[in-house]
């Protein structure tokens, strides 16, 4: 019997080491300067300039919150990066007219609504901005004066302070990471917004209560997992919480000290460092961007590892395993539906891509058993046989 744990759990580490080793490449951006330039090109030859959020659309197009340069591009299937909101000039001007042709400021993050909408995240413009389908621009949440105010009331009479994310519930509502206000806040499909978590005081406390009593520190990506729970990162208190369905908030990852360790064992054990982006995969594990960590890490099987990031800052390590190559505060992460995982390298001004290094198993190569009593571990070509 004990041969058959000291077995399994060696699979479970040889697992890890196989299934887990990805490839990463640049897909945005050829300089760590900052800078704009590259539009109608490819998008690997393009500047960038401080890029915060990154969107995978449902088509597989790829969107980037290029920030500091207060535009949102896109980058084609065929590799063409393209403006598609904001003028290049800081500021706030446009809505109802074409998205090019508005200005934003600073916009951070970017979803695609129920409806197909491109949704912007302006933060310094304490709005959240609609672009439709025929690239008209508008404002939907935000009164754009900055502070705290609107609950019960119509969201575009809300005030917001500095918004990091939306997110959309299976019935269509958004929610807002609406981050110094230290609070998550819920909009209607009827327009309504209300505050479902965080007290508007920066600090810890709350776990295993009611989310609107607890406390928050700089919340910013949300996303909502199948179950309709909400997962996101609570990135001055160092930790990954969830808000149930029925309210309820916990703490899933992060010790809580600011520093880096644990990979390899319990997500609850483990220090992360001011964790900024976080995507869920189809099978519901997080990835997060644990931006001062310099790393990406996953969540999986009530485990965590770094996926990628050496964990110090810089460039490099294009074309090879993941895992050795430098990031520079990576900021947001998205999943595409082929399940590649797309990194806002912040610092180094690119966008870069995480993908599988190894072909998919076939028949040729792995073999697919029920025997009683034993367990088929088959990854990427390497099977393992645990009697």
């Given amino acids: 019997m004990k041969l058959v744990y000291l077995l399994a759990s060696l699979a479970v580490l040889l697992s890890f080491a196989v299934c887990n080793t990805l490839t990463i490449t640049t897909v945005a951006g050829f300089t760590s300067s900052e800078g704009y330039s590259g539009d109608n090109g490819p998008a690997t030859n393009a500047q960038l300039n401080g890029p915060r959020g990154i969107h995978v659309a449902p088509n597989g197009e790829v969107y980037i919150a290029d920030g500091s340069n207060h535009r949102v591009r896109k980058i084609s299937a065929n590799g063409v990066i393209t403006t598609v909101a904001g003028t290049g000039v800081q500021g706030f001007s446009g809505d109802?007219?074409?998205?090019?042709?508005?200005?934003?400021?600073?916009?951070?993050?970017?979803?695609?609504?129920?409806?197909?909408?491109?949704?912007?995240?302006?933060?310094?413009?304490?709005?959240?901005?609609?672009?439709?389908?025929?690239?008209?621009?508008?404002?939907?949440?935000?009164?754009?004066?900055?502070?705290?105010?609107?609950?019960?009331?119509?969201?575009?009479?809300?005030?917001?302070?500095?918004?990091?994310?939306?997110?959309?519930?299976?019935?269509?509502?958004?929610?807002?990471?609406?981050?110094?206000?230290?609070?998550?806040?819920?909009?209607?499909?009827?327009?309504?917004?209300?505050?479902?978590?965080?007290?508007?005081?920066?600090?810890?406390?709350?776990?295993?209560?009611?989310?609107?009593?607890?406390?928050?520190?700089?919340?910013?990506?949300?996303?909502?997992?199948?179950?309709?729970?909400?997962?996101?990162?609570?990135?001055?208190?160092?930790?990954?919480?969830?808000?149930?369905?029925?309210?309820?908030?916990?703490?899933?990852?992060?010790?809580?000290?600011?520093?880096?360790?644990?990979?390899?064992?319990?997500?609850?054990?483990?220090?992360?460092?001011?964790?900024?982006?976080l995507t869920l995969t189809s099978s519901g594990s997080i990835i997060v961007s644990d931006r001062s960590n310099h790393r990406i890490r996953l969540i999986e099987n009530n485990v965590v590892n770094t996926i990628a990031g050496v964990g110090t800052p810089g460039f490099s390590g294009d074309n090879g395993d993941a895992r050795q190559a430098q990031l520079n505060f990576p900021w947001g992460v998205a999943v595409a539906p082929n399940g590649n995982i797309f990194i806002a390298d912040r610092q180094n001004n690119r966008v870069r891509m995480l993908t599988l290094r190894s072909p998919t198993p076939t028949?040729?190569?792995?073999?697919?058993?029920?025997?009683?009593?034993?367990?088929?571990?088959?990854?990427?070509?390497?099977?393992?046989?645990?009697m």
């Fill in 363 to 386: 028949p040729s190569s792995a073999s697919y058993l029920s025997q009683k009593n034993t367990i088929f571990l088959v990854c990427l070509g390497l099977l393992l046989v645990l």
């Fill in 96 to 277: 109802n007219g074409q998205a090019t042709s508005a200005q934003l400021d600073t916009p951070y993050n970017l979803n695609t609504s129920p409806t197909g909408e491109l949704i912007i995240v302006d933060r310094n413009n304490h709005r959240i901005r609609s672009v439709s389908s025929a690239g008209v621009i508008t404002t939907i949440v935000g009164s754009g004066i900055q502070g705290f105010s609107g609950d019960n009331g119509l969201a575009t009479n809300a005030s917001l302070n500095f918004p990091r994310f939306i997110a959309y519930t299976s019935s269509g509502d958004m929610i807002i990471t609406d981050t110094e206000n230290h609070r998550i806040r819920r909009v209607f499909t009827n327009g309504t917004i209300v505050t479902i978590a965080g007290r508007g005081i920066a600090g810890f406390s709350g776990d295993n209560g009611l989310a609107t009593l607890a406390q928050l520190n700089t919340p910013r990506v949300i996303r909502v997992n199948s179950a309709g729970e909400f997962i996101f990162t609570d990135s001055l208190n160092n930790r990954i919480r969830r808000i149930s369905t029925d309210g309820i908030i916990t703490t899933i990852a992060g010790s809580g000290a600011a520093n880096f360790s644990g990979d390899g064992g319990s997500p609850l054990n483990a220090q992360f460092n001011n964790p900024r982006g």
